[in-house]
T-cell receptor, first 112, second 112 residues
């Protein structure tokens, strides 16, 4: 069974540009989560989808971040426009009914 | 959200047991205790979770104090591949099921 996949693995963009991160959860997992770790900080929750609905988006830092999960399958996280402080590693995780979350390898975002 | 406290680092010798402590004195009655670990350049990996009783799985054991204010992750025989950052987090079953902060975790070093 394929695990959680994320694309791209690494993205380097300039300040002011737009970047879209993609997450493909484990097939059949209704719950999808986005987290991120910015430099030197701990891993922080961003938001939680249940199927295509946003269950909790209280961790989204500001309106430059937009997450979608059309059709309840894969999800995208768009940052527009990107700022220097957005640099970090963005993780996606998915889960079925239980509490166990399966994480992807992350996307390393570098904003220059 | 309830917080957890872990030592910054621990060392172990290969083939020996490791006991990783976690304090969570403000835990609520419905919070599950989860442990994840993160190997270098990978996303967090689920290890184990429990509510009140001690739990065992193929990776580790979880010992939960009677008052639930602390817990200990037990690796019965540490291997070099167990070197990672171990996170103890609290997570509700339904509400706030995805919203959790990983903290700084404990960096486990395993010496051959």
């Amino acid at each position: 069974e394929a695990g959680v996949t994320q694309f791209p693995s690494h993205s380097v963009i300039e300040k002011g540009q737009t970047v879209t991160l993609r997450c493909d959860p484990i097939s059949g997992h209704d719950n999808l989560y986005w987290y991120r770790r910015v430099m030197g900080k701990e891993i922080k929750f961003l938001l939680h989808f249940v199927k295509e609905s946003k269950q909790d988006e209280s961790g989204m830092p500001n309106n430059r971040f937009l997450a979608e999960r059309t059709g309840g399958t894969y999800s995208t996280l768009k940052v527009q426009p990107a700022e220097l402080e957005d640099s970090g590693v963005y993780f996606c995780a998915s889960s079925s009914v239980g509490n166990e979350q399966y994480f992807g390898p992350g996307t390393r975002l570098t904003v220059t | 959200d309830a917080k957890t406290t872990q030592p910054n680092s621990m060392e172990s010798n290969e083939e020996e047991p490791v006991h990783l402590p976690c304090n969570h004195s403000t835990i609520s009655g419905t919070d599950y205790i989860h442990w994840y670990r993160q190997l270098p350049s990978q996303g967090p990996e689920y290890v184990i979770h429990g509510l009140t009783s001690n739990v065992n799985n193929r990776m580790a054991s979880l010992a939960i104090a009677e008052d639930r204010k602390s817990s200990t992750l037990i690796l019965h025989r540490a291997t070099l591949r167990d070197a990672a950052v171990y996170y103890c987090i609290l997570r509700g079953l339904i509400t706030n099921a995805g919203k959790s902060t990983f903290g700084d975790g404990t960096t486990l070093t395993v010496k051959p």
